[in-house]
């Protein structure tokens, strides 16, 4: 279906779904369907805002974008349960159905990259791009409306933090980072917090391993064993 098609007909209607805390991408189907700036946005619009359920309507007013072009998308993450249709109603004569996201948190299970490793490493490539335009989005629409400025320090109604750092680190100063890093994460994971006065952060963080630079003598190539 094209994305200008026909909204989808009446999918199956879960009305009491709870979504899980993380829900683990483990095929590459579902990684490529997450792997899109705009259902990257879509998630996110969903997980910022739990109840009421979501129409496309109001996904659509929500990212600025015509109705029309999001119904392939809706479909999409349908087929791949990363949404769920949860209430259906009538409204003015015509039969609206609302949606879900299925899970407040979505990871890739590293199995994905060991089963089959070209289309994986292919379509992660497509998801690195898919991450980072929507956030590099996302942060100059904050510029542009205000939420962040550029000439304020650091307050509660405008924090902001960009950076990217180099570090050597043995295997076990690594893991030790990363450990503290997911736990600062856990600890700040307030995505099911109903506090009115709680909003909407984004974050990006990433720990890996850089490429083998030539005359490193501190990198060793990885070995065949």
């Not at 879900?100 to 089959?116: C, E, G, I, K, Y």
């Not at 791009?129 to 100059?140: G, I, Q």
């Not at 709680?198 to 630079?213: E, K, N, S, T």
């Amino acid at each position: 279906m094209s994305p200008s098609g026909p909204a989808p007909t009446e999918p199956v209607l879960f009305p009491d779904f709870e979504p899980e805390d993380v829900r683990y991408i483990g095929d590459v189907e579902t990684l490529r369907a997450i792997s899109d700036a705009t259902r990257m946005r879509i998630l996110e619009t969903m997980v910022q805002r739990r109840s009421p359920a979501w129409s496309v309507k109001e996904l659509a007013a929500a990212l600025e974008m015509p109705q029309t072009r999001l119904y392939h998308h809706v479909e999409l993450l349908l087929e791949r349960d990363l949404i769920r249709a949860t209430e259906r109603r009538v409204v003015s004569g015509i039969i609206e159905t609302r949606y879900s996201v299925s899970a407040l948190s979505f990871q890739l299970d590293r199995s994905l990259f060991a089963t089959d490793q070209a289309a994986g490493l292919e379509v992660l490539h497509e998801t690195l791009l898919a991450v980072f335009d929507t956030a590099r989005a996302e942060v100059e629409l904050s510029f542009r409306l205000g939420t962040v400025k550029a000439d304020a320090g650091p307050s509660e109604e405008h924090t902001f933090l960009l950076t990217r750092g180099l570090t050597r680190l043995t295997t076990e100063r690594a893991a030790e980072l990363r450990g503290r890093l997911q736990a600062l994460l856990e600890e700040f994971d307030d995505t099911a917090s109903d506090d009115p006065e709680a909003r909407a952060f984004g974050i990006v963080l990433a720990l890996y391993p850089m490429p083998p630079v030539g005359g490193d003598a501190g990198t060793k190539e990885p070995s065949d064993d």
